[in-house]
């Protein structure tokens, strides 16, 4: 059954109203459930970006919990709203690939759209209701009608050309951190990493291990390879980002 938190994970920024009418709308109904700021700040339509980031985390909450997961370029079009559940928890998403991570097993419904729904605001009048009716535990077939056919867009997977392991980029983070999809025990002891045919070096345990300024490698805190600037940026140093070769 739900429990008593509901995550929000958007590209609305602060600055404007939209997360406030989102968290007025959830909090309509008498659910007490806690409201958890993921993330406002996934660049604008980046579905990959938040689709990387709820795989990072949805899963450390506890279970009952219910993800609030809206980037939505698509908003207002023929594209479906979703509502899913996964190993007891229990998600809202346009149907564009944001909920890719979840396991083959979820189940997912497909959620109306209200006539009176804002066709540029489904956040607000579609959304943040079915999920404010999980936290109450309504059912979620009760929500919509049930589908099998969910839109998934996995993030790229990495290669092996030879004796080396060939990523990407698929993340950049504020600090200008760059986020592999390499994991860290594919690469072998001592092995030199490479981004863009820069050479970063051999994996570090942590940033102080290098001078203020300097590149280098580590395995991160999501378990695969990153590249970083101590005290700097390495997208802004390598002028690289999303989608830049990483070899290991």
Known sequence: MPGDIITLLTDFGTADSY??????ALLSQPHG?????ITHEVPPGDVRAGQYILSRVWHRFPTGTVHFVVVDPGVGTSRRALAAEADDHYFVAPD???????????????????????PTFHARDVFAPAAAQLAIGTALTHLGKSITDPHRSQLPAPRVDGLTVVGEVIYVDRFGSLVSN?????????VRIKVVGTDVGALRRTYGDVEPGQLLA???????VEVAVRGGSAAR???????????A
């Open 218 to 224: 580590y395995v991160g805190s999501g378990g695969s």
């Open 19 to 24: 997360v406030a009418e989102v968290k007025a």
């Open 182 to 190: 390499i994991a860290g025990e594919r690469v072998a002891p001592g």
């Open 96 to 118: 564009n690939g944001l909920l890719s991570p979840l396991p083959e097993t979820a189940r997912f419904v497909e959620l109306p759209v209200p006539l009176s729904a804002s």
């Open 237 to 247: 140093l390598l002028g690289v980002g999303v989608g830049a070769e990483v070899r």
């Open 33 to 37: 459930a806690t409201l958890v700021d």
